[in-house]
């Protein structure tokens, strides 16, 4: 597509419920990486995917939140039994084969959990 | 590991005046610069990059940014600011990992 998409754009959901968000990386974009924000502050790192090699994982904050990327397309981030903690904004960013092109964020999913 | 500092939670400046947001650096090799501009309730955006070549790069909606390797910096300017131009500012390097390494943002507060 000509931009980076994800879904939901809002999801409000219940303490300890399971949620999945999605993210669909422009055609071509080999690396896509999620973040996660917080109200007004800085981006934190989560997870990088790059083609089909192994994805660093180093960025995910608890064994609750994994993500899954099948070759170059779409990425779902899942966050499990999720907690007051985790409301926030996730966003999506691809890149060409290296970040060193620069990212390409979609508009994110804000998801709070009441 | 690279690292980007950007010492500035918020900067205020009056409509028309120059604005400057500063951006430090720390990366093993020659550095590739990025600057991104979040406006509420979006994605980040971005504005312009340093990979080689002239020290002053020119971007989106106005915006230049200044590189300069002694003091391993990469500020932001803009020679007159526009109340439009309030938002959350993030300076990024290229580094180790094939990743952006971000600094913690400044925000951008233009008052008419």
């Known amino acids: 597509g000509a931009g980076v998409s994800q879904s939901p754009s809002n999801k409000v959901t219940e303490k300890g419920k399971d949620v999945e968000l999605r993210c669909d990386p422009i055609?071509?974009?080999?690396?896509l990486y999620w973040y996660r924000q917080r109200l007004g502050q800085g981006l934190e790192f989560l997870i990088y995917f790059q083609g089909n090699s192994a994805p660093d994982k180093s960025g995910l904050p608890s064994d609750r939140f994994s993500a899954e990327r099948t070759g170059e397309s779409v990425s779902t981030l899942t966050i499990q039994r999720t907690q007051q903690e985790d409301s926030a904004v996730y966003l999506c960013?691809?890149?060409?084969?290296?970040?060193?092109?620069?990212?390409?964020f979609g508009s994110g999913t804000r998801l709070t959990v009441v | 590991a690279q690292s980007v500092a950007q010492p500035e939670d918020q900067v205020n400046v009056a409509e028309g005046n120059p604005l400057t947001v500063k951006c430090t650096y720390s990366?093993?090799?020659?550095?590739?610069l990025f600057w991104y501009v979040q406006y509420p309730n979006r994605g980040l955006q971005f504005l312009l990059k340093y990979i080689t070549g002239d020290n002053l790069v020119k971007g989106s909606y106005g915006f230049e940014a200044e590189f300069n390797k002694s003091q391993t910096s990469f500020h932001l300017k803009k020679p007159s600011a526009l109340v439009s131009d309030s938002a959350l500012y993030f300076c990024a390097v290229f580094g180790a990992g094939n990743m952006l390494t971000f600094g913690g943002g400044t925000r951008l507060m233009v008052k008419p």
């Open positions: 055609s071509g974009h080999t690396a």
């Open positions: 960013a691809s890149s060409l084969w290296t970040g060193g092109y620069g990212y390409t």
């Open positions: 990366v093993s090799g020659n550095p590739y």
